[in-house]
């Protein structure tokens, strides 16, 4: 069965400040009506504390860091479920009961398995 | 049509349903479509010259079956048992029924709301309607190398993303099937906008899309959405010669030679919405409605006969569906023809979002036109002017300026 990455982005929360509490309880709710398909994921610090990293001139060159996210959009990437699901059909149908996809959207990709 | 022509057409049909069933067996629709296109290409060598076999579609599956398992081998792209699935199955015919499922699958993976509405149009055209990558980027006046990449980076995200191969559940049903018609609409849509004279290859959209319709409708003959579908196409088709002037002008409704429809048409399209109607009385669906308007229009023996009454109550059913300004725009245009251009005034410029919509400038300017207000008539004319028509369009509101006194 093919493996999904469902990626949620929404406002740049911190998920670690009590004022989240009710948000967590409602993200631990949907991992527990997931839990049949729920093969991982995470929470994410705020973007605040992601550091961007390049490699400039190739492979072996130096390594450029910058303060912040890849792309600074009004919707932050706040975290992250792997879910196993027989489809597409089921992986959006689980998508769907992400907190993030009425605070938000959640992208949904196809993992490879190597 | 010619011998060679009905032909091409067994051919084509045959060759979509091969492709279901091969979609299905194998799992890969690039496969498939390789496949089913490779028994195609053969079976219009080959028939022509030895006659068609008794029975066309399994001759096809055979050929393709045999193609599919050279590409599997020669790829290697899979695991052997997969190879020997597609074998075992070779020497039987599937019953109608699993091919008419096969061909529902195929309809709602081509139309899978997770696919975007161009990669939706384009595989519809490729893959169910049997078009070549070549003619379907003729046909939407897209680069031919640009529609290879659509439809390709289409089939990878069914294959890699999982877009199921499968009939949607009763509860999801009614949605999916709102979608499919949706995608076939657009590409009718696409045909009728370019019109039959100047442009004939976009023009064949249309036919492409009550091909498809059709063959909606007979596989699912009791869905009065696609019934409504089927209705709405054939009406506004029916009207395709008498649409336009021998120079390529367009020729309004009210001065079409109604000789010049296709009466066969009409009259399947009035039957059909007939039957959508009686399923569906309480809650007709948005199709159905306006194919109701078509038959209005199409029963009618000139403009000034035209039951006007009636036209008015489907649009009011049609608002009752889905409130939307530009339905309101032409429900005004009728009123107009019953009640006269003040009583039509008043109900456009209560509408009020369409500012930016040439057709409600150009409205309002044929109302006050009527009415006798020229001044006001010009004023509205040319703002339309403003907003970008298609030339034809332009000429028409030139010659009705020049036309006021």
Known sequence: ?????????????DWTSPEYGQEMKDYNEFGQAAAAVM????????TTTATTVRVS??????????????????EALTGFYLLECADLDEAVKYAAQIPAAWDGAVEVRPVIEF | MGAGDALAEVVRDEGT??????????????LAEDAAQDAVVRALETWPRDGVPDNPRAWLLVTAKRRAIDVIRREARRPGKEAEAVMFTEAECDPPGVVHDDLLRLVFTCCHPCLGTEAQVALA??????LSTAEVARGLMVPEATMAKRLTRAKQKIAKARIPYRVPAADELPARLDGVATTVYLIFNEGYAA????????????????RLSRLLAELMPDEPTVLGLLALLLLQDARRDARVDDDGRPVLLKDQDRARWDRPAIKEGVELVGRALRRTPDHPNTYAAQAAIAA???????YADTPWDAVISWYDVLLGIREIPVVRLNRAVAVA??????????????????????????????????????????????????????????????RRIAALP
């Open chain 2, 17 to 30: 349903r091969v492709l279901a069933t091969l979609a299905r067996v194998t799992g890969d629709l690039t």
């Open chain 1, 39 to 46: 093969r991982g994921g995470n929470a994410l610090y705020p």
């Open chain 2, 195 to 210: 019109g039959s004279g100047a442009d004939l290859v976009r023009g064949a959209l249309t036919s492409e899309a009550v």
């Open chain 1, 1 to 13: 069965m093919p493996t999904y990455v469902a990626l949620t982005y929404t406002r740049d929360v």
């Open chain 2, 125 to 130: 055209l490729r893959t169910l309607g049997g």
């Open chain 2, 337 to 398: 023809e019953r009640d006269g251009p003040d009583a039509a005034l008043a109900l456009v410029d209560a509408i009020g979002d369409l500012d930016a919509y040439p057709w409600w400038h150009a409205t309002r300017g044929e109302l006050l036109h009527r009415a006798g207000r020229s001044e006001a008539a010009r004023a509205a004319y040319e703002r339309a002017l403003t907003l970008g028509m298609s030339e034809p369009q332009v000429e028409h509101l030139r």
């Open chain 2, 296 to 302: 209005c229009h199409a029963l009618a023996p000139s």
């Open chain 1, 57 to 74: 001139g190739g492979k072996g060159g130096d390594i450029v860091t910058s303060d912040g996210p890849y792309t600074e959009t009004k």
